[in-house]
């Protein structure tokens, strides 16, 4: 079993920074694929980061202001989000998974944390 939680959350001004963390338990990061995924009010959880072992994926929308990273030592995982943008606006959930799948899929994790809200005011 891997309980995930994440922390770091918080309101921003267009073109901020944050940083989100998601620290593990039950597993040790470098048998996990872990993802960032968010969901804004009225729409679908959409994939925003993955990463396994050195290997790292980014959708489009933040792909150049995102970065994942993981720290093995502290079994955590970290999102850093620069140049944000109004549309970044929502609950921003860590998942891990120990299994193979498309890193881009929320499907393919089996656990989940409990969610932090990002907001960015105009």
């Known amino acids: 079993q891997v309980q995930l939680v994440e922390s770091g959350g918080g309101l921003v001004h267009v073109g901020g920074s944050l940083s989100l963390s998601c620290a593990a338990s039950?597993?040790?990061?470098?048998?996990?694929?872990v993802g960032w995924f968010r969901q804004a009010p009225g729409k679908e959880r959409e994939f925003v980061a993955g990463i396994r072992w050195t290997q790292t994926s980014y959708s489009d929308s933040v792909k150049g202001r995102f970065t994942i990273s993981g720290d093995n030592a502290k079994n955590t995982v970290y999102l850093q989000m620069n140049s944000l943008k109004p549309e970044d606006t929502a609950v921003y959930f860590c998942?891990?998974?120990?299994?193979?799948?498309?890193?881009?899929?929320?499907?393919?994790?089996?656990?989940w944390g409990q969610g932090t809200q990002v907001t960015v005011s105009s």
């Open positions: 998942a891990a998974t120990e299994g193979w799948g498309s890193a881009f899929s929320s499907a393919t994790y089996d656990y």
């Open positions: 039950g597993r040790t990061l470098t048998l996990l694929r």
